[in-house]
């Protein structure tokens, strides 16, 4: 009689422990996202005045991204910037990478459209198929900001076009080399095809060669995959073996992913004769800018963080029915070398602004509710 007594108080406990446990999981996550999802700090419900009524009649906002590149630190970076900024509000921001892989993406714009989200953030979506997808969820009433995707999407009535300011990015990065290493330079230009931010960098890669006909363009390489630095540094290497010391000047990368595959071509071959010019950052990024040696010497980028967080901004904006921009580009900085070395300790990220004056901090599209909103969730 006591043996069943116990068995029926045991069973009667597991129960309601699963129960509890039940009711206590977080709504607001997307268990079909590669990079996981962030929960929304409006499960504490607060009372803030002066909140746009679109905004204050939603219980809970939930945005969805939605990435076709990935693996790579700026990927993580972006997510994480979007995925902050929308939690400092108490907002649900979910996110998904295809990793280059175009079906998973287009699958994952669908999806998200069937799990009724506020809002959606698509990065790199550079086909025609990525328009007709936009174009629906539009007439859907979803509001959609876009980040270096096709440049044909600006055709879309309400569609927020967001970039690097690639064509600042590329002259930064050209300026410097060419003050570095002359008008006359000989360089490797590592550049790939298809993709908008490379193709603005390419427009202003030729104006230069315009304005300074005496750089000579040795040789080209460029391909987009999951190991582009491999490639990269194969194929560089292949180059150095044709050259000899004198026939090369410099290389200019217009990716990071280009400038790691280089650098390590270069430093395999003790070229220290040949300097790299790039394009984007990250913390990897900076601790090969930084390594003894170093053939990379100076990039240009944008914080990647800040670009996730400017892009839920705008999408805010939308859904609040403010008015948006139809393209915003996102300010670049040049990180040196030589500015790095200034640091007593190694930079990263998190303290690149201490180097960089103004890397990572904008207030654009930061209205008086979205702060209002972020004092209130403040923990």
């Given amino acids: 009689m006591k043996y069943k007594f116990m068995k029926t108080l045991i069973i009667s406990l597991l129960a309601v422990i699963l129960v509890a446990t039940g009711c206590s999981t977080g709504g607001g996550t997307n268990k079909g996202t590669d990079e996981g999802s962030s929960k929304s700090a409006g499960e504490k419900k607060v009372v803030v005045e002066g909140l746009p009524d679109a905004i204050k009649s939603k219980d809970n906002i939930k945005l969805m991204v939605v990435r076709k590149i990935g693996g790579d630190d700026h990927t993580a970076q972006f997510l994480a910037g979007a995925k902050q900024e929308g939690e400092s509000m108490g907002i649900t921001v979910d996110t998904f990478t295809a990793n280059g892989d175009t079906a998973r993406f287009h699958d994952a714009i669908l999806q998200a459209v069937d799990k009724n989200y506020d809002g959606i953030i698509i990065s ?8 007709d997808e936009v174009k629906m969820i539009v007439d859907k009433g979803i509001p959609v900001v876009t980040f270096d995707s096709n ?3 600006k055709n879309i009535p309400g569609v927020t076009l967001t970039s690097q300011d690639d064509e600042a990015l590329a002259k930064l990065t050209l300026d410097n080399l060419i003050k570095e290493k002359g008008e006359n330079a000989k360089i490797i230009y590592l550049w790939v095809d298809g993709f908008p931010p490379m193709v603005r960098r390419n427009n202003v890669y030729q104006e230069v060669l315009k304005q300074y006909p005496g750089i000579v363009e040795i040789e080209r390489f460029g391909v987009a995959a999951g190991d582009t630095s491999v490639q990269t540094q194969n194929a560089v290497s292949a180059m150095l073996t044709k050259h000899k010391k004198g026939e090369i000047d410099a290389v200019f990368a217009a990716w990071d992913a280009f400038a790691i595959g280089a650098t390590r071509a270069i430093k395999e071959a003790g070229r220290d004769e040949i300097q790299i010019y790039g394009i984007d950052v990250s913390n990897s990024d900076l601790q090969l800018l930084q390594m003894e040696g170093s053939p990379w010497v100076s990039t240009a980028a944008v914080d990647p963080q800040m670009i996730g967080a400017v892009n839920v901004r705008i999408l805010l904006n939308k859904i609040a029915g403010e008015e948006t921009p139809q393209t915003y580009d996102l300010e670049a900085s040049l990180i040196t070398q030589e500015k ?3 640091s007593t300790e190694p930079v990263n990220m998190v303290n690149l602004s201490e180097v ?8 654009a599209f930061l209205t008086d509710w979205m702060k209002a909103l972020k004092d209130a969730y403040k923990k």
């Fill in 151 to 153: 440049p044909d999407l």
């Fill in 340 to 342: 790095l070395k200034e």
């Fill in 124 to 131: 790199h979506g550079d086909d025609a198929a990525t328009v």
């Fill in 356 to 363: 960089v004056p103004g890397w990572g901090k904008t207030d």
